[in-house]
């Protein structure tokens, strides 16, 4: 069975803010606890804009760019509520990709924090004072939005034009 996933917004370019028309589809894998596979079909979208002309994958929010898990999955490893020890998990994700997934989240956690306070200053017009504030908001998001965090930083990160590294270089 394929599905297929289509926005009814209209969508804008997050790296030059310009409309984004659609071009094409493409199958793409979602990957379950336990080893279960979906297959997506989901819309590639073109930049309007002739200078940029990226494209840009339309992903439901149980995907995460650049991994083929369920993002939930990946937030309850991340969140040690699930692990290689458990049945549902006993074969797949492997314990490596448990482990990626980990070391991941660790080295993009300060990447992330100051994606959501860049996105939060420029399009919620926070103040200069919040961008200096020591809390932490990926904390914060953390405890108010879960599950269901690791969904709403993303789209924070990217639609705002931001990414997170597939594997960040270590400092």
Aim: hydrophobic share 30%; proline share 5%; with cysteine.
């Amino acid at each position: 069975m394929i599905f297929s996933v289509t926005s009814e917004e209209d969508s804008i370019c997050p790296c030059c803010g310009n409309p984004l028309k659609y071009r094409d589809r493409r199958l793409r894998v979602h990957k379950v606890a336990g080893g279960g596979k979906e297959w997506y079909q989901i819309r590639r979208l073109k930049c309007t804009n002739d200078e940029c002309g990226r494209l840009q994958n339309e992903l439901p929010d149980c995907m995460f760019p650049y991994k083929h898990y369920d993002a939930g999955l990946i937030e309850d490893v991340v969140d040690e509520v699930v692990s290689g020890d458990d049945p549902e998990t006993e074969n797949y994700p492997c314990e490596g990709t448990i482990n990626h997934w980990k070391w991941w989240m660790k080295m993009n956690e300060q990447n992330i924090e100051g994606r959501i306070r860049s996105s939060a200053h420029r399009f919620l017009d926070f103040g200069d004072g919040f961008l200096k504030s020591m809390g932490s908001l990926l904390e914060e998001l953390k405890k108010r939005i879960s599950p269901g965090w690791l969904k709403a930083a993303a789209r924070f990160i990217y639609n705002s034009g931001g990414r997170l590294e597939p594997y960040p270089q270590t400092a």
